[in-house]
């Protein structure tokens, strides 16, 4: 009998005075009602809008409508705005510190991470899920070691992605490029961009070769996969401590890739785009993007029979640099709000959310790849990448990939993802040389590191 039964069965109030008490209790915001009505309430803020919000909507529904119901639970989906948002009203609440207003869960990408992975009211996954004998050997390793830290898995990876190279294979054609081999290097990746530009009668571009400009998120996978397993900080990228420092100046990663990088500015099919880029591409205004796993559903639906969509594994920095990707996107947090019972019902529906099933139905409505290694072996999701091949292309290269290639953990992580842009876009636009920008990156980023750290010893 839960906690909620077990209440109702000990209060015996009839009649109005009992309907009136009810009533104010319950209006007047009770952290943990004596008396308590219908299920545990499990409130999850997240930032899934357009076709992610709408499979976040069919798996909160089949969750209250299956095991919910069973159990006594009920998911309460709080849309909250973008990733940002989140972590923003989350910081607020934090701050409070009233425990209530926490949500039970918050989905959070790499930005936030850091918010939150002290925070003492924060459940570590792995304790959640380990006391409720869920085997975490199921999950994909480098999704598990993407919410690791200090070797405690404190996340629970959800909509996990890798970065892909998206292009258009009828652009390909029409540029005599072959749709089937798509560029394996940056430095090819700038051969194919110059081929595949068009230009109208006046000598303007009306297509791109490429577009985009590098943020924290693409650097990881660029500088991560040199010299075997690279990082941008110390301390692992931020998953073995706070970072005291970036390195990408001191062991070269960042030097090559900004070489390899201008090789494609000075092809002339590179488009500076840091906002609607996939727009953009759907239009077929450029002919390649480097996208997260997640924009394939979304893109598949903008370009319809406009063009044919090719997928392919993110270009290497130069050959021989063949350590793949890190694994991006977002996983979900579990906090202590001090309500009896929550805890239970947190890991009963998180244990759903990242079921075979549930995962299988979550990667064809949005494209982020299973974290549960289970979806990979039922005959529904063999059909489905039988029938759907581009889906295929991420878990590849997901398995190819080291599992020691990780995302940041950095302190003002949306200044650091800008910095990267804006000192990639300064050194192309206004001819800074790499060595400069280098120094300049290091010194703005190490700055945002050690006020942290001084802010928060």
């Known amino acids: 009998m839960n906690h909620a039964t077990k209440c109702i069965a000990r209060i015996c109030l009839t009649g109005c005075i009992a309907l009136a008490a009810m009533w104010s209790l319950f ?4 952290k943990e009602s004596a008396i308590k009505n219908g299920p545990t309430e499990i409130i999850w803020w997240h930032s899934n809008s357009g076709l992610l919000g709408q499979a976040t909507d069919t798996l909160v529904q089949e969750f209250n409508e299956t095991v919910g119901a069973e159990r006594n639970i009920k998911v309460v989906p709080v849309f909250q705005g973008k990733a940002a948002d989140v972590l923003t009203k989350l ?6 510190k009233n425990p209530a207003d926490l949500p039970d869960i918050a989905q959070l990408d ?3 991470i850091i918010d939150v992975r002290s925070y003492e009211r924060m459940i570590p996954m792995e304790v959640l899920m380990s006391e409720a004998g869920y085997d975490l050997s199921q999950l994909e390793p480098g999704a598990a070691l993407s919410v690791t830290y200090k070797d405690t898995m404190i996340g629970m990876p959800f909509n996990s992605s890798t970065i892909l190279l998206y292009y258009n294979k009828d652009a390909f054609r029409q540029a005599g490029l072959d749709p089937d081999r798509p560029p394996k290097t940056i430095e090819q990746m700038a051969e194919y961009a110059k081929a595949l530009i068009v230009r109208n009668a006046q000598g303007k571009i009306e297509r791109y070769g490429f577009a985009g400009v590098p943020t924290s998120y693409e650097l990881c996978a660029w500088i991560g996969q040199q010299h075997g397993v690279s990082y941008l900080t110390d301390m692992r990228n931020g998953h073995d401590g706070d970072p005291t ?9 960042m030097e090559v890739f900004l070489t390899e990088w201008k090789k494609l500015w000075d092809s002339g099919g590179l488009a500076n785009l840091t906002s609607s880029v996939t727009q953009e591409f759907a239009a077929g205004k450029v002919a390649m ?3 997260s796993t997640s924009n394939l559903t979304t893109l598949l639906a903008s370009i319809g029979d406009r063009f044919e969509l090719g997928v392919a594994y993110l270009p290497m920095v130069v050959e021989g640099a063949d350590s793949g990707v890190n694994v991006g996107g977002g996983a979900l947090f579990a906090f202590d709000r001090g309500l009896q019972g929550h ?3 947190v890991e009963a529906f998180i244990e759903f959310a990242v079921s075979a099933e549930q995962q299988l139905a979550w990667h064809v409505g949005t494209g982020y790849f299973p974290v549960n290694l289970g979806t990979y072996e039922l005959e529904e999701f063999k059909a489905h990448t039988e029938r759907n091949p581009l889906f295929q292309v991420a878990i590849d290269q997901l398995h190819d990939s080291d599992p020691r290639v990780q995302g940041v953990w950095i302190p003002s992580g949306y200044q650091v993802y800008y910095a990267f842009q ?4 300064d050194m192309l636009e206004n001819n800074k040389s790499i060595p400069q920008t280098v120094q300049d990156l290091a010194t703005e980023i190490n700055k945002y590191i050690s006020d942290y750290n001084r802010m928060n010893r």
Not at 422 to 425: A, D, S
């Open 110 to 112: 790499a930005t936030g």
């Open 422 to 425: 804006n000192g990639i876009r």
């Open 289 to 291: 993007i480097a996208a």
């Open 91 to 96: 910081r607020a609440v934090m701050q409070s």
């Open 343 to 345: 805890k239970e019902a």
């Open 27 to 30: 209006a007047g915001g009770s």
């Open 245 to 253: 420092k970036v390195v990408f100046d001191e062991d070269g990663t």
